[in-house]
């Protein structure tokens, strides 16, 4: 195998289990559940088809479930995030140019469309989480805010993640 399947593969273990030994059992204020994990699905090189992206999305997301006891409700985002990936990528990150991105970080593309990207599909995924969780109307107010508030400390958290774990641009 060669050196990027073997950095994603490293990059998934290490998000899972910081996700699930740590992240998992961090509620702020009842309205925030960090859950960094996501990234693995946002960082996967632009040149991966749109069905191993699914199927990667929703593994990802299963591994959680059953590792959570939840429901499903992250193989549903994480699979939603995929989806919008497929759509969104391309116009954020390469603003429509044929160019494979091996790593899309912080540090591969220019960081405002790397932030961009982040907080659409962190967005996407929350909203979707906590929409399916809720299953109501009724809280729709409760939601949104979940959604916000979760979606900055998440990306927060990303952007950390990356100036510590990701190599420059110039490194690579």
């Known amino acids: 195998m060669n050196r990027l399947v073997w ?45 191993p992206l699914l199927l990667t999305a929703f593994g990802t997301g299963l591994v959680v479930d059953i590792m959570a006891g939840a429901l499903g409700f992250h193989a549903l985002a994480c699979t939603v995030v995929a989806m919008m990936r497929i759509t969104f990528a391309d116009r954020i990150l390469t603003r429509g140019e044929n160019v494979t991105i091996e790593t899309p970080s912080v540090f591969s593309v220019t960081p405002q469309y790397f932030i961009s990207y982040l907080l659409l599909l962190t967005g996407a995924f929350y909203l979707v989480f906590y929409s399916v969780e809720l299953f109501s109307f009724r ?23 990356q100036y510590a774990f990701v190599r420059r641009k110039e490194e690579q």
């Open 7 to 51: 950095r994603n593969i490293g990059r998934f273990v290490l998000l899972m289990l910081l996700q699930l030994l740590v992240l998992n059992n961090v509620y702020l204020g009842g309205y925030v559940m960090p859950m960094l994990y996501v990234l693995f699905i946002l960082m996967l090189p632009t040149s991966v088809g749109r069905v």
């Open 139 to 161: 809280g729709l107010g409760e939601v949104l805010l979940a959604t916000v508030c979760s979606t900055v400390v998440t990306s927060l958290l990303v952007i950390l993640y």
